[in-house]
């Protein structure tokens, strides 16, 4: 089955002139940028794979599985030095990898919280663009993604090749996600993994599931590189509202809203689907209630002023939401 349209690896951040205001001071950004180290991973087939990774302990970063899956070894660059890699663990579902560099001696990062964030919040990307020096990316949340327990963000940080694996930073400095891939043709589509999961893995390690280096199995598949029909529905309805496919929008956020009806987002696909067709009583019903969910959602309110201004009447908004699209 054919993967998403137009998902992208992800790695490394040259830093386009729109986004030159940074979210982090320079000394925080010093700071930061010496616990953002570069990944070597040969290939098979010869050449190598490059990424980013993060220092969360002395001797241990995170990265992404699809920089180190097919690799014999792997080396982490710091201060001008290689680092072998020892251990690895790996979440292949999640698409992180925690590797284990003896006598690194890196500088952790604090873990932050995904959950913690706010949709406009200004949050700053680090990484690696293929084999160059670390570049920064400021940008702010677009969007959090429920997925898995925690919530996977989008964000408007730019990033390309080498930045796999590199991290998201809120403004006090905490590492709050881990750049993992961004989808084609829009300037608002960059994804982290939340730092929750890293959080998680790194528990779970200490309880014993590192490996030596060596590739890693070819199942299962990241979530982003499944073949469309399992896929979150987050990105199945970011491909759809790219192409204005708003009946096969309306049908899938219809079917979210009705298997988690405690998601705004679902809500609001709804009611942007609805509105797209000119069915606006509808619209506005499935709006008030994101909102009723999630009242800071700012796109939420906009679409809704949008709706009222071409005739939509107001809708008294049943409490809980509805679980069936009226």
């Known amino acids: ?104 001696q890196a500088q952790p990062v604090t873990l932050g919280h995904a959950a913690t964030l706010a949709i406009g919040q200004q949050v700053t990307a680090l990484g690696y663009t293929g084999g160059l020096g670390i570049q920064n990316s400021a940008g702010e949340v677009v969007q959090l993604h429920r997925h898995d327990g925690a919530q996977v963000i989008q964000s408007t940080n730019w990033f390309s090749s080498g930045a796999s694996g590199g991290g998201l930073f809120d403004d006090d400095g905490r590492l709050v996600g881990i750049l993992t891939f961004r989808l084609r043709g829009g300037e608002s589509h960059y994804y982290a993994a939340p730092a929750e999961w890293v959080a998680q893995m790194l528990d779970e390690t200490q309880r014993g599931s590192f490996r030596k280096v060596m590739p890693l199995d070819s199942q299962p598949l990241p979530y982003w590189q499944t073949g469309t029909s399992a896929q979150p529905r987050f990105l199945r309805a970011a491909v759809l509202v790219q192409n204005d496919r708003w009946s096969e929008l309306e049908a899938l956020a219809s079917e979210w809203s009705r298997a988690d009806p405690g998601d705004a987002e679902a809500w609001y696909l709804l009611g942007t689907a609805l509105a797209r067709q000119d069915r606006l009583p509808e619209a506005r019903l499935a709006l008030e209630c994101s909102l009723s969910l999630e009242p800071a959602r700012a796109a939420a309110r906009e679409r809704l002023a949008d709706v009222a201004t071409r005739g939509a009447a107001a809708t008294p908004v049943p409490k809980p939401c509805p679980t069936d699209r009226p």
């Open 1 to 104: 089955m054919k993967c998403l349209l137009s998902l992208f690896l992800l790695p490394a951040l040259a830093v386009p002139p729109q986004m030159a205001h940074a979210a982090l001071d320079q000394a925080a950004y010093v700071s930061l940028a010496a616990s953002v180290l570069r990944v070597e991973a040969p290939r098979p087939r010869g050449g190598y794979a490059f990424g980013s990774a993060v220092a969360i302990a002395p001797d241990k970063v995170v990265t992404n599985c699809h920089v180190t899956r097919e690799a014999q070894q792997i080396h982490v660059l710091r201060a001008g030095l290689r680092w072998p890699v020892q251990w690895q663990a790996s979440d292949l579902r999640r698409d992180l990898c925690l590797l284990q560099v003896p006598g690194l």
